[in-house]
């Protein structure tokens, strides 16, 4: 069979996202640990936000992102082209 199969495809597809959300998650975690201690310096019982809840966020959305990304990719890579050309 020539080409790339369909683990592959995901793959590389999933790969461009991750680096993308890992580069905004670069970007955004320390801009957003520094508003969020001025925000919360305001009031009376002051908590420190932690790397762990960035952490736990990011994992977060790294998973939706993956299952959104997989789930629309896999159903595009399984569809017979043929199907596609006989409608057109």
């Given at each position: 069979?020539?080409?790339?199969?369909?683990?592959?495809?995901?793959?590389?597809?999933?790969?461009?996202?991750?680096?993308?959300?890992?580069?905004?998650?670069?970007?955004?975690t320390p801009v957003s640990w520094y508003l969020l201690n001025i925000w919360l310096g305001g009031f009376a019982y002051r908590i420190e936000i932690g790397l762990g809840i960035f952490l736990l966020t990011f994992a977060a959305v790294l998973l939706a992102a993956f299952g959104a990304i997989s789930s629309r990719l896999w159903k595009v890579i399984t569809t017979n082209p043929v199907e596609s050309l006989r409608s057109e």
């Open positions: 069979m020539l080409g790339a199969s369909a683990s592959d495809i995901l793959a590389i597809f999933s790969s461009e996202y991750v680096k993308l959300l890992v580069l905004s998650f670069v970007i955004a």
